[in-house]
């Protein structure tokens, strides 16, 4: 069965705190992503990797790092948190070449920023 | 304007009844579509593929029409368990391979 975790459901942290997101998936996918949803707003693509080491930003990079050291673990990054970074954040992994490219999402982790 | 948009309802219908949601994306280079059903303070999941031909699914039809840019998700005999956020996608090809673009979602509410 498909699994992609992520470090923590609920996370709260301070204004100026740097935070970090962690996403293991277990299907040995090329491509990973991390998202954002917020209320009206939907799903908006933060940064992506489609290798080791590789990435690429997304539609709303800004304030935000990410590191993929390894295939199966990709880390997202808040270097300094913000008031308007509390969100849900979505990790999700995807096969490169299948066809029918379906993205399989973690269970989210709820970040609130004080 | 937004790449995919979705009224964001939510659609009070009660059980059995029929309901359609509509979904209209601009990027006309825009190759594969999907919906994806969202369940509250859950994560999103593949619901079906959207085929030019159109495509059923149970209780489930989606449609696609190129010409005017627009993908619809019509639900026969609403259940209980139907109650979700449906999420309208879109999938395109970048630089870096594919790319998926996320509509707001429309929520649904059966009701007994």
């Known amino acids: 069965d498909v699994k992609v975790t992520q470090s923590s459901r609920y996370l709260v942290k301070r204004t100026g705190e740097k935070v970090f997101l962690e996403c293991v998936q277990d299907?040995?996918?090329?491509?990973m992503f991390w998202y954002r949803q917020d209320p009206g707003l939907g799903l908006r693509l933060i940064y992506f990797?489609?290798?080791?080491?590789?990435?690429e930003k997304g539609d709303i990079p800004e304030g935000y790092s990410v590191s993929r050291e390894k295939k199966e673990r990709f880390s997202l990054i808040l270097e300094s948190a913000s008031t308007n970074q509390t969100s849900m954040y979505l990790c999700a992994s995807a096969l490169r070449a299948a066809s029918l490219y379906e993205q399989y999402f973690g269970p989210g982790t709820r970040l609130t920023v004080t | 304007r937004k790449e995919v948009e979705q009224d964001p309802g939510p659609f009070n219908v009660p059980e059995g009844a029929t309901v359609a949601f509509n979904c209209t994306y601009s990027n006309s280079a825009s190759q594969s579509f999907f919906w994806y059903r969202q369940d509250c303070r859950k994560e999103p999941k593949l619901l079906m593929s959207?085929?030019?031909s159109g495509n059923e699914d149970g209780r489930f039809t989606a449609q696609l029409n190129r010409a005017s840019q627009y993908i619809s998700l019509l639900i026969r005999d609403s259940k209980l368990s139907d109650s979700a956020t449906y999420l309208c996608?879109?999938?395109?090809?970048?630089?870096?391979?594919?790319?998926?673009?996320f509509g707001g979602g429309t929520r649904l509410m059966v009701k007994p």
């Open positions: 996608v879109v999938k395109w090809v970048a630089n870096a391979g594919n790319m998926l673009t």
């Open positions: 959207v085929y030019s």
């Open positions: 299907m040995d996918h090329e491509n």
């Open positions: 990797s489609y290798d080791v080491k590789m990435k």
